[in-house]
C-alpha cells in the first residue's frame, strides 16, 4: 500500500510539474532526457517561466503564449535536428530559448500595467517596420533605460536595436548612445512617443540596409 501512495504522489508530481507546458512541446523520449541533468534544468526553468505567465497573464492571453511557444519549439528543434544536432540537445536548446522569451512578454506585460510618467511598452506605427520601444525608469529621476528593436516586414532578418541611457524632463527625453549625446531624441504627445535619431547615429552603420528608428511609438496599457 506504501509503495502505491508514494507511485502516486511521483504521478501526481509528473504531471502537475508539466501543468503548464503544452504537451505538444514535449518529446517522445522526454522522461529518459529528463535524466540529463542539462536537459532536465532547461525544461524546469521553461516550465517555471510558463507557471509565472499562466499566473500573470489573462486566460487567452496565456493561451496565445502557449501556441506561439509550440510553434517556435517546433520549429527550432525541427532545424536543429536537420543540421545533425540531437533530439535531447535541440529541444534542451528550444526550452531556454522559449525561457528568456517568457521573461521578455512578462516584463512587457509589467510595463504595460505600469505605465508612469514615460515608462511603458510602445508599438511601432508603421507600414513597413514591425517594431516596439521599452522606457523603463531608472533609480534617478528622470532617468530611464531605453530599448528600441525594430526589423523590416518584408524581411526580419534586416533589423535594427538601440540601447541607451534617456533623462526625461519637460516633455521630451534626451537619449546617449556610448560618447554620443542626444543620440535620439523622443518627444511626447499623449500616449505617441516620436523617436528622431541623430544623423551621425544613423550612418554609424548601427542597423541593417534601409532600417530605421524613427517613427511614431503608441503606449500600451492594461
Same mark, same amino acid.
Given at each position: 500500500?506504501?509503495?502505491?501512495?508514494?507511485?502516486?504522489?511521483?504521478?501526481?508530481?509528473?504531471?502537475?510539474?508539466?501543468?503548464?507546458?503544452?504537451?505538444?512541446?514535449?518529446?517522445?523520449?522526454?522522461?529518459?532526457?529528463?535524466?540529463?541533468?542539462?536537459?532536465?534544468?532547461?525544461?524546469?526553468?521553461?516550465?517555471?517561466?510558463?507557471?509565472?505567465?499562466?499566473?500573470?497573464?489573462?486566460?487567452?492571453?496565456? $493561451?496565445?503564449?502557449?501556441?506561439?511557444? %509550440? @510553434?517556435?519549439? #517546433?520549429?527550432?528543434?525541427?532545424? /536543429?535536428? !536537420?543540421?545533425?544536432?540531437?533530439?535531447?540537445?535541440?529541444?534542451?536548446?528550444?526550452?531556454?530559448?522559449?525561457?528568456?522569451?517568457?521573461?521578455?512578454?512578462?516584463?512587457?506585460?509589467?510595463?504595460?500595467?505600469?505605465?508612469?510618467?514615460?515608462?511603458?511598452?510602445?508599438?511601432?506605427?508603421?507600414?513597413?517596420?514591425?517594431?516596439?520601444?521599452?522606457?523603463?525608469?531608472?533609480?534617478?529621476?528622470?532617468?530611464?533605460?531605453?530599448?528600441?528593436?525594430?526589423?523590416?516586414?518584408?524581411?526580419?532578418?534586416?533589423?535594427?536595436?538601440?540601447?541607451?541611457?534617456?533623462?526625461?524632463?519637460?516633455? $521630451?527625453?534626451?537619449?546617449?548612445?556610448? %560618447? @554620443?549625446?542626444? #543620440?535620439?531624441?523622443?518627444?511626447? /504627445?499623449? !500616449?505617441?512617443?516620436?523617436?528622431?535619431?541623430?544623423?551621425?547615429?544613423?550612418?554609424?552603420?548601427?542597423?541593417?540596409?534601409?532600417?530605421?528608428?524613427?517613427?511614431?511609438?503608441?503606449?500600451?496599457?492594461?
Amino acid at each position: 500500500m506504501k509503495k502505491m501512495k508514494f507511485a502516486l504522489m511521483v504521478l501526481l508530481a509528473f504531471v502537475f510539474g508539466m501543468a503548464a507546458v503544452s504537451f505538444a512541446a514535449l518529446p517522445g523520449n522526454h522522461e529518459e532526457y529528463m535524466k540529463n541533468e542539462s536537459y532536465k534544468s532547461a525544461f524546469d526553468q521553461f516550465t517555471l517561466g510558463m507557471e509565472e505567465a499562466k499566473d500573470r497573464l489573462t486566460p487567452d492571453e496565456y $493561451e496565445a503564449l502557449e501556441k506561439e511557444c %509550440d @510553434e517556435a519549439i #517546433a520549429s527550432s528543434v525541427k532545424e /536543429d535536428m !536537420e543540421r545533425g544536432i540531437s533530439e535531447a540537445d535541440a529541444y534542451e536548446t528550444a526550452y531556454w530559448m522559449r525561457y528568456e522569451h517568457v521573461g521578455t512578454e512578462l516584463r512587457r506585460d509589467w510595463l504595460r500595467k505600469n505605465a508612469e510618467d514615460a515608462q511603458g511598452f510602445y508599438r511601432l506605427k508603421s507600414d513597413i517596420f514591425d517594431g516596439y520601444m521599452t522606457l523603463e525608469k531608472g533609480d534617478e529621476d528622470g532617468l530611464y533605460a531605453v530599448e528600441i528593436e525594430v526589423a523590416m516586414k518584408s524581411d526580419s532578418h534586416n533589423t535594427g536595436s538601440f540601447y541607451g541611457p534617456g533623462y526625461f524632463s519637460g516633455g $521630451e527625453m534626451n537619449v546617449s548612445h556610448y %560618447d @554620443e549625446e542626444g #543620440a535620439i531624441v523622443i518627444t511626447f /504627445d499623449g !500616449e505617441t512617443a516620436n523617436v528622431a535619431a541623430s544623423q551621425a547615429l544613423k550612418d554609424s552603420g548601427e542597423f541593417g540596409a534601409g532600417v530605421t528608428i524613427d517613427g511614431e511609438y503608441v503606449r500600451e496599457k492594461k
